[in-house]
């Protein structure tokens, strides 16, 4: 009450001040830092928080405030905040930050933590041109609750293929590619392994098997923790920290996976750029790689010197040759087709469900008929539905075609008008309706015949 | 100068006559108009203009093409039958408990009628996880018929599954309007009635039911209107062949500039009006208004022999189905693991534990978001009622129009309109407008003022001019009677709008997720939000989901003895 002269918050910065100062004598590297730090993210408060905690630890005098948004709307904050934006973005969604790079939202850093690997599997872990960084690597595989499976006396599923088997008709999910940039990597995945042809006639085999395309990633977990479902498409940690957490579920990785980092960058104009590239340093870091390592998290460290640290069983990709390293994946293919390849996967898939679970259903019913009692027509009629429900509306060329899969992207002002989204589209679901329709009418002919 | 001052003056009060409007109604018409503009109309069209921008400059080609697609054609004739048959099934659960509760005297009738809004309280994701886990195709109900039986029912599979959903989670819109109707009708009419010999279904067909249609097609409009826009449910369910749906999903992906999705919205929008209007032509050029204000509500009987158990049978029958979901979450907030059986394996407090060390601050500030724009919806939604109702004005269906255009506006369109728009302007200590939480309470005000809207404009329809007019003779302003004539005849229509508006803002998380910038300010639906995202979080968030839907169930049974109060303090009490 003595001094009201002096606002409150004056004295306290000038305190604030005074502190700094002290500590700039005894470490000058860590005095520059600001006082907060912003970071905008999708991550749980698994993640977060101890990472918040332990890095406020390491730089006493940062406050660290954590915004959970998921990516949509982290994207969305960032782009309306531009003014004052928050420090960092943190995600695992490569295409947010694809789509944040686009936009100029994203400042560029080398980070100087020494031991990074340069790439996961064949996947570059960070940003060509230093605009993001991996700092922990995950997975896609399969994870299968356990007392699901027993109860419908389901196999234990290991590779992609097996997702195509009869007996797991409707007890599989997925979020769509579009919804989940993991998902879509994955898919990408299979289309770069099998290549465009056969890597959509799997898709769709699996896809017939689907009971959900959920729209949103962590919706699949969901469902198999709960046991609504018994198998889903998830990415590592999703399983690995649901069993941590006592759900009784298994995770298992294919042979043909596709390993990806999760990533984090400074946003353009940051208020607080030295805590940003603190925050970095400091993920990359031995303390900040080994947090990957607590079971709620369960994530990979892309510093392969960590992994002698790791609990026994713990999937090490730089080891373990089979995870991730026999497709080769190339990234400006990918990012070429990327709307388009995920505008497709809704039509085939997310939003013909129904009638693709009814053919593929039909086929199933008619091929168990014919092992049971061959018939030659019967078999050849299931061929023809097999190719129908498997076939893609477009070919490899036109979908790497610039001006076809440009027809996907935002809208600009140098952008040569062409067919629209909406026409191909249209033609696309047209295709969907009416294969599986004439699938399903072959397959139970053929299952007629085998009576 | 005072010469031509003069006739000015006169030609501005002749206009006021022509619209039948005193200055203050003028003024109070201009002051709602301005909210509006600054909070809806600016916000939300700066982000939907993303609808009519082709490559070179403005374009209808996107209207064009939403017309070719045969998948949106069918996703539109998929949401007009979900949303008729959610209002059919919903109005037969709501109507028989809104005549129970009126008619006839029941112990614990404030309990009843504060678990009928309950079932609008379903939180985030956690509602969505307890729905699977009770009525999913492995929840508890199936487990254990197919255990038993070797059956299972899929309530929740297909477009039937949406419309059962969809009509447990909004029956609490035609009850809590319906019930606030049957409250306002004079008994004396009820009498005539029987005098002339009317009994049981006739009199209810003939006299009680018409005299409370303002209600009934009150809340059977917003429950038409919100299922129709609504993708909560439809995604829940995996059924994206839907509008509201089809939308979101494009207008949510990453690069959120899909310009179809904000064609679908302004679709969605147009045939949102369509519906309203429709529904205003029902009770249009009709009187419901009676002049005598004697008696409060129907007169009650006490309820004897088999009609009291199947009056009880059914209430109960539609309190378990509504509340199941409710029991879910109450279930695996105390649950250790919940996974394919009929019940958790063990029980636990310390998700408890957990949230009220971390998360306790975000109760009281979702009390007081929701208090916030509930009572701003209750004050808009009879000011613009009564503007409707009372005066001329022109434009003024438009207004009430473009207030209910708001429910087919999501949440994220709004959220980042707000953004875009406020987040440059700065208040004093630096804090981005946008991001205040003022702003929050504003944001859910906006969305929710239909609720309330359609509640007053119901109550409102009950009331005969000449009571006003009577006032005004007696020497009353304009203002005055309606604080003091209107205001309290039409109570119980407030609360309802009220209680609806409070407990829909308390799960609402497209717009939080957007606007909450600090963890102090963030209300309960963010700390679900959080919780939910993680498998460890399931618990604590499932717990604070109970403690949303106790916080809006204890202000929803306030509100019912309010309203009670009043109904004893106006008429002739409970018994008569």
């Not at chain 1, 560029?108 to 020494?114: E, L, R």
């Not at chain 1, 092992?371 to 097999?386: P, Q, Y």
């Not at chain 2, 949406?162 to 035609?174: D, G, W």
């Not at chain 2, 008994?187 to 009994?199: D, K, W």
Request: proline residues 6%; hydrophobic residues 50%.
């Amino acid at each position: 009450m003595t001094d009201r002269g002096t606002p409150k918050w004056r004295r306290r910065a000038a305190l604030g001040l005074a502190v700094a100062a002290g500590l700039g004598l005894a470490a000058p590297a860590r005095a520059q830092l600001e006082e907060r730090l912003v970071i905008i993210t999708s991550f749980s408060k698994d993640v977060t928080e101890p990472y918040a905690k332990a890095f406020m630890a390491a730089h006493p005098g940062v406050k660290v405030e954590i915004l959970n948004r998921n990516t949509t709307a982290g994207v969305a904050y960032v782009r309306e905040t531009r003014s004052n934006p928050p420090d960092v973005f943190w995600a695992s969604a490569p295409d947010a930050f694809e789509v944040l790079k686009k936009g100029k939202l994203l400042e560029a850093y080398k980070p100087a933590a020494p031991g990074i690997a340069e790439k996961v599997g064949t996947f570059p872990i960070n940003d060509p041109e230093g605009f993001f960084f991996g700092f922990a690597a995950s997975g896609y595989g399969i994870m299968y609750n356990t007392r699901y499976v027993k109860a419908n006396e389901l196999p234990t599923p290991k590779e992609w293929a097996d997702l195509k088997k009869p007996v797991y008709f409707g007890h599989i999910g997925i979020s769509a590619p579009s919804r989940s940039g993991t998902t879509h990597l994955t898919v990408e995945n299979i289309l770069q392994a099998q290549g465009w042809e056969k890597g959509w006639a799997t898709l769709l085999e699996i896809g017939g098997n689907l009971v959900q395309v959920s729209d949103r990633s962590f919706g699949v977990p969901d469902a198999v923790n709960s046991g609504q479902y018994g198998l889903g498409i998830v990415i590592d940690f999703f399983g690995l920290s649901a069993k941590a957490s006592g759900f009784p579920v298994e995770f298992v990785y294919p042979g043909e996976t596709a390993i990806v980092p999760a990533n984090v960058g400074i946003i353009a104009g940051a208020k607080n750029p030295k805590a940003a590239r603190a925050f970095i340093e400091f993920l990359l870091s031995d303390a900040g790689q080994k947090i990957l390592l607590d079971p709620k998290i369960s994530r990979l460290p892309v510093k392969p010197a960590m992994y002698a640290n790791a609990p026994a069983g713990y999937p090490n990709p730089f080891k373990d040759t089979a995870l991730g390293s026999r497709v080769s994946f190339d990234s400006l293919l990918s990012e070429g087709r990327y709307e388009l390849v995920n505008s497709l996967y809704d039509r085939l898939v997310t939003f013909r469900l129904k009638e693709l679970n009814a053919a593929w259903k039909a086929i199933h019913t008619a091929e168990a008929a014919l092992a049971k009692k061959a018939n030659a027509e019967g078999a050849k009629l299931v061929v023809e539905a097999r190719r129908l429900a498997s076939t893609v509306p477009i070919n490899e060329a036109d979908a790497n075609n610039k001006d076809i899969a440009g027809a996907f992207q935002p809208v600009s002002k140098d952008k040569k008008p062409g067919q629209r989204q909406a026409e191909f589209e249209e033609r696309w679901d047209a295709h969907a309706k009416k294969n599986y329709a004439e699938a399903k009418a072959l397959a139970d002919k053929a299952a007629a015949m085998a009576k | 100068m005072v010469a031509l001052e003069a006739p000015l003056a006169a030609r501005r009060v002749g206009l006021l006559r022509r619209w039948g409007v005193s200055p203050a109604q003028l003024a109070l018409a201009v002051l709602i108009v301005a909210f509006l503009t600054a909070f809806l109309i600016v916000p939300v069209s700066r982000v939907m203009v993303a609808a009519f921008e082709g490559p070179t400059g403005f374009t209808l080609v996107h209207f064009g093409d939403f017309f070719r697609t045969s998948l949106f054609l069918e996703s539109f004739f998929n949401s007009l039958y979900v949303a008729v048959g959610a209002v059919v099934l919903a109005s037969l659960l709501a109507v028989p408990c809104a005549y129970f509760l009126a008619r006839f005297d029941f112990k614990g009738a404030g309990l009843i009628q504060a678990l009928g809004v309950v079932p609008l309280v379903m939180p985030p994701f956690v509602g969505a996880v307890a729905m699977q886990l009770i009525f999913g195709r492995n929840g508890t109900v199936n487990l254990l018929l197919n255990d038993w039986f070797g059956f299972r029912i899929p309530f929740m599979e297909g477009l039937n599954g949406v419309i059962f959903v969809e009509a447990l989670h909004y029956f609490p819109f035609i009850l809590l309007n319906l019930s606030a109707s049957l409250a306002n009708i004079d008994s004396s009419m009820e009498e005539s009635a029987q005098n002339l010999g009317a009994r049981g279904w006739t009199l209810f067909r003939r006299i009680v039911f018409p005299l409370a249609m303002p209600g009934y097609v009150a809340g059977a409009a917003l429950v038409f209107v919100k299922v129709f826009d609504d993708l909560g449910t439809p995604l829940l369910l995996s059924q994206t062949n839907l509008l509201a749906p089809q939308a979101y999903l494009r207008i949510t992906s990453v690069g959120l500039n899909d310009p179809m999705g904000y064609v679908i919205s302004a679709i969605l929008v147009a045939f949102s009006l369509m519906a309203m209007a429709a529904s205003g032509l029902i009770t249009r050029g009709r009187d419901y208004a009676t002049q005598q204000r004697g008696g409060g509500g129907l007169a009650r009987r006490p309820l004897v022999g088999w009609r009291k158990t199947v009056a009880w049978s059914f209430i109960i029958l539609v309190v378990v189905l509504s509340l199941s979901p409710h029991v879910g979450i109450l279930l695996l907030s105390f649950a250790t693991v919940w996974s394919f059986s009929p019940l958790p394996d063990a029980f636990t407090i310390k998700h408890y534990a957990t949230v009220f060390a971390d998360s306790a601050h975000m109760m009281g500030n979702t009390l007081l978001y929701c208090g916030l724009a509930a009572t701003i919806d209750v004050v808009l939604g009879v000011s613009i009622a009564y503007l409707v109702a009372r005066t001329r004005l022109p434009g003024r269906r438009l207004l009430d129009g473009l207030v209910m255009a708001s429910l087919a506006v999501p949440g994220l369109v709004l959220g980042i309109g707000i953004l875009r728009t406020y987040y440059g302007v700065e208040l004093p200590g630096g804090v981005p407008l946008a991001t205040f939480w003022g702003m929050l309470v504003i944001g859910y005000a906006i969305r929710r003022l239909p609720y309330a809207l359609r509640a007053c404009d119901a109550a409102l329809k009950q009331v005969h001019e000449s009571l006003e007019e009577a006032a005004e003779n007696l020497g009353a302003g304009k203002l005055t009677a309606l604080r003091r004539i209107v205001v309290p005849l039409i109570t119980g229509g407030m609360l309802a709008g009220f209680v609806t508006s409070f407990a829909t803002a308390a799960v609402e998380l497209s717009e939080t997720l957007l606007l909450v910038t600090r963890d102090v300010d963030a209300p309960i639906s963010y700390g679900i939000y959080v919780y939910m995202q993680s498998p460890a979080g399931r618990g604590p968030g499932a717990a604070l989901g109970v403690i949303a839907v106790i916080v809006v169930a204890l202000g929803a049974w306030f509100s019912h003895r309010i309203a009670e109060r009043e109904r004893l303090r106006r008429g002739r009490g409970g018994t008569a």
